[in-house]
């Protein structure tokens, strides 16, 4: 089974603190995403890769940069870590847009407070 | 552009009783159609899907059936246990996207807490 593991299940960061939250998959999937996800909201598309090097804004990317230098990894940013980004952060993985039909797999999360 | 509607939870059942989570969706194009499922303090796991219009997607005793014409992929169970408390997230994928990737639009979430 692929497996995506996110690198911390909790984490407690000080306001203003830079932030990284590390995810590694080992299917060699080309498809790396981040999402955020708050009570009532859903999930919130942060930012999405679909190679190495390569990364593309989701729907709500301010705040936030990432990182994937190696295909297996791909981590994501807070610059400057705000109370407003205290959330729980998924990260999943998936085959190339032509397997279409093909899932997402993800991690367990991590829930990042900001205090 | 893409969205998922779910009906608002939470759902409180009893055990054995019959479930329907309903879930509807606008797309641009010809999407593939998920349910996944979150098991409490978990990440969201794959529970079915359906890529073309009258497939029907199974697993666990769940089933979906993609209705191209009314635009659903309504969730069923004929009968739920304890363990089936979850939330359940419907989603789709649209090829017609740009920028590369499969991106998945979900829906919001629905609650799910059976009770003996």
């Known amino acids: 089974d692929v497996k995506v593991t996110q690198s911390s299940r909790y984490l407690v960061k000080r306001t203003g603190e830079k932030v990284f939250l590390e995810c590694v998959q080992d299917?060699?999937?080309?498809?790396m995403f981040w999402y955020r996800q708050d009570p009532g909201l859903g999930l919130r598309l942060i930012y999405f890769?679909?190679?190495?090097?390569?990364?593309e804004k989701g729907d709500i990317p301010e705040g936030y940069s990432v990182s994937r230098e190696k295909k297996e990894r791909f981590s994501l940013i807070l610059e400057s870590a705000s109370t407003n980004q205290t959330s729980m952060y998924l990260c999943?993985?998936?085959?190339?847009?032509?397997?279409?039909?093909?899932?997402?797999?993800f991690g367990s999360g991590t829930r990042l407070t900001v205090v | 552009g893409d969205s998922v509607t779910q009906m608002e939870g939470p759902v409180t059942l009893s055990e054995e009783a019959f479930l329907t989570i309903n879930c509807t969706y606008t797309?641009?194009?010809?999407?593939?159609l998920f349910w996944y499922v979150q098991y409490p303090g978990e990440g969201l796991q794959l529970l079915l899907k359906?890529?073309?219009?009258?497939d029907k997607g199974s697993n666990k005793g769940f089933e979906a059936t993609y209705r191209k014409e009314t635009t659903s992929f309504h969730l069923e169970k004929g009968s739920v246990q304890v363990s089936d408390s979850a939330v359940y997230f419907c989603?789709?994928?649209?090829?017609?996207?740009?920028?590369?990737?499969?991106?998945?639009?979900f829906g919001t979430g629905t609650q799910l807490k059976v009770e003996l």
């Open positions: 299917m060699d999937h080309e498809n």
């Open positions: 999943a993985s998936s085959l190339s847009w032509r397997g279409m039909g093909h899932g997402y797999t």
């Open positions: 359906a890529t073309k219009a009258d």
């Open positions: 797309a641009t194009g010809y999407p593939s």
């Open positions: 890769s679909y190679d190495v090097k390569m990364k």
């Open positions: 989603a789709l994928s649209d090829p017609t996207l740009g920028g590369g990737g499969n991106k998945l639009t």
